[in-house]
């Protein structure tokens, strides 16, 4: 079986330590490690103010409420995006407005001059699948219109553009470590702050509960030796019937697709968490080679140009004409390749009303939505099994 998003990084010593942290409930929520997770993100983006969370929505909600903005001020993101993304902006009530994208995925700076009004505050950009924006582009939109830039780096860790980190760009920008980004500690995140200002109006926050620490632990655990090995039967089932009894949390809940914002959002990131984080983040250059190795991979079998600019390589795009029937052909063999994005907000059940997008909004991303298809490229990926991955695309 092949998986692109369920729980795609864990490797055996991840098992262990998650195995080792159920029996350790004294640390789940304080201990060392969220310092040391903290010490390890400032060396690395060489910023000091660094705040940890328990999801990428948590961040950017703390994130927009420090801003201290003003209601129904103007927050500017691009379509082909995530719910996640989109529900911090309608928690803190403002507006969002949607910026269409180019054919790299990613925002549109001719559509973001165009969406600027005078009641656009900020702009928040996502380096889609790993692929650094156009910064320069965009560095010079924000200082010509005075707006407060924030990079969603939810994809994009370890990025660079030109020689910079992605993620020292934006006046902030915020990080995920949830169950199928760069680095995973199944739910969790973070911001980077420059403005010391702004980084003392950020409010700290409670600690999740005990119950909500020990679903994320036990997910490495229930996927990896349950569900992956035997999804055809009873896997998929049985990862259906472990949400339902609250054993395992969904990664978007059905009140967000309206929404609205479950009890556990904000929080702050536990112990517990920042350990797997920690665990992770230092095999980050391992992570990275391997993606970059499968992504030459699939470039070299499908006769695609890969950018100059280092990305992350979270997932390979492809675009296909037929592409939600490959990936429902693929889903019936096991090989579960990427639907990021099957609507211009996903989920595709997302309540595009309730998120503020209006159909025709971002003609480009609703057509990308239709024919883009992501591949998996995480240390769990072999190039045995990424050349299966091609087959299936060559026979469709």
């Known amino acids: 079986m092949i998986s692109i998003s369920i729980s795609p990084n864990t490797e055996r010593d991840d098992f262990f330590l998650a195995f080792k942290l159920l029996f350790q409930c004294f640390n789940w929520k304080r201990g060392k490690k969220e310092e040391e997770l903290k010490s390890l993100l400032k060396e690395y983006f060489n910023i000091s103010n660094i705040f940890l969370y328990n999801s990428g929505r948590s961040s950017l909600y703390c994130l927009l409420k420090a801003l201290k903005l003003e209601k129904n001020d103007q927050v500017l993101l691009q379509a082909f995006t995530c719910s996640a993304l989109v529900t911090p902006i309608l928690w803190n009530n403002l507006n969002p407005k949607y910026v269409d994208i180019k054919d790299d995925f990613n925002i549109d700076p001719e559509d973001l001059k165009r969406k600027i009004s005078p009641k656009t505050k900020v702009l928040i950009i996502q380096h889609t699948f790993g692929k650094p924006c156009r910064m320069e582009e965009i560095m010079e939109i924000v200082k010509e219109n005075n707006l407060i ?125 920042a350990s797997l984080a920690c665990h992770q983040f230092k095999k980050i250059d ?3 080679l391997h993606r970059k190795k499968i992504a030459n991979f699939y470039a070299e079998k499908l006769s ?13 795009p492809v675009v296909k004409f037929k592409a939600h029937e490959i990936i429902k052909k693929a889903w019936s063999q096991n090989i579960l390749i990427g639907d990021w994005y099957t609507s211009p907000i996903a989920p595709d059940d997302a309540n595009l009303r309730k998120m503020g997008y209006i159909k025709g909004d971002c003609p480009i991303a609703e ?30």
């Open 304 to 316: 695609i140009d890969l950018p100059d600019e280092k990305q992350s390589y979270l997932r390979f």
């Open 149 to 273: 830039l924030i990079e969603d780096c939810a994809h994009a860790l370890g990025a660079e553009y030109k020689g910079r980190k992605i993620g020292t760009f934006g006046d902030a920008s915020f990080l995920s470590f949830s169950r199928d980004k760069v680095i995973s500690s199944v739910y969790g995140g973070g911001i980077i702050v420059k403005d010391l200002k702004l980084a003392e109006k950020i409010e700290e926050q409670k600690y999740p509960s005990y119950f909500w620490i020990f679903q994320q632990l036990l997910h490495p655990l229930l996927v990896n030796f349950f569900v992956v090995p035997f999804y055809s039967f009873p896997g998929k089932y049985l990862l259906v019937f472990f949400q339902k009894i609250h054993l395992l949390s969904k990664a978007v809940t059905d009140k967000e697709k309206q929404g609205g914002k479950p009890n556990y959002f904000p929080r702050k990131m536990p112990n517990a968490l």
């Open 367 to 396: 057509e990308y939505a239709q024919k883009t298809i992501n591949l998996p490229t995480h240390i769990n990926i072999s190039e045995k099994k990424a050349e299966r991955v091609v087959s299936l695309l060559a026979d469709s």
């Open 286 to 288: 391992k992570f990275y």
